[in-house]
């Protein structure tokens, strides 16, 4: 199994609709992450969460809001789609604070809003 | 200004062609300096780290650090098509809350 798994790999949904990504490790990681990747603008944070009880935004959360319901689950929720947000999802995980300075990514969720 | 530029490319290069990926970034106090490769469809995976300034070599690959010129590459040695893929850069203030992306150079290694 993947060390961070995220479901659906494939969703199209339409305008309006709440949308859900979820996101699961078995790294045993505190700290979690939701990019999102579009062409040209690389890979651009939209929140991430140290534990449990910390969540905070990034430089594009606007739209978008998380739940970290468990050590290992990070949900990222779209509460009212909108075509903008057609984009490659990504979750990550770090350990960075115990000296594994790396991001591990899931292998990312293609929305695509209609 | 973006705080990490990246030049796109593409690259395309011949099969044991040396490459170079470059950064460049804004924020002085970035002290932790990677590199990713990602394969399409697939989500990044990481290919090296340094802190602070100097130089790392794995196998074929060495990364550098131009603290004072705020520059980083990536140098591939005897490139193979299977490191046809999209390298990014990311970096780091110290707490390592988050890392900073480039948009990524699209590789391709021709046999």
């Known amino acids: 199994d993947a060390d961070v798994t995220q479901t659906p790999r494939n969703r199209i949904t339409k305008t309006g609709k709440r949308i859900m990504l979820e996101c699961s490790q078995t790294?045993?990681?505190?700290?979690m992450y939701w990019y999102r990747q579009d062409p040209g603008l690389g890979l651009r944070l939209i929140y991430y969460s140290f534990d449990v009880k910390d969540i905070n935004k990034g430089e594009i959360s606007d739209g978008y809001s998380v739940s970290r319901q468990a050590q290992a689950k990070f949900s990222l929720s779209l509460e009212s789609a909108i075509p903008n947000q057609t984009a490659l999802y990504f979750c990550a995980t770090s350990d960075f604070g115990q000296g594994d300075y790396g991001y591990t990514f899931g292998s990312g969720t293609r929305l695509t809003v209609v | 200004q973006k705080e990490v530029e990246q030049d796109p490319g593409p690259l395309s290069v011949p099969e044991g062609a040396i490459v170079s990926l470059n950064c460049t970034y804004s924020n002085s106090a970035f002290q932790y300096f990677m590199w990713y490769r990602q394969y399409s469809r697939k989500g990044p995976e990481l290919l090296m780290y340094t802190y602070s300034s100097g130089n790392k070599e794995d196998g074929r690959f060495t990364a550098q650090v131009d603290k004072s010129s705020k520059y980083i590459s990536l140098f591939i040695r005897d490139s193979q098509p299977s490191d046809s893929a999209t390298y990014l850069c990311?970096?780091?203030?110290?707490?390592?809350?988050?890392?900073?992306f480039g948009t990524g150079t699209s590789l391709t290694v021709i046999p």
């Open positions: 790294k045993g990681h505190d700290r």
């Open positions: 990311a970096m780091s203030l110290p707490t390592g809350n988050q890392f900073y």
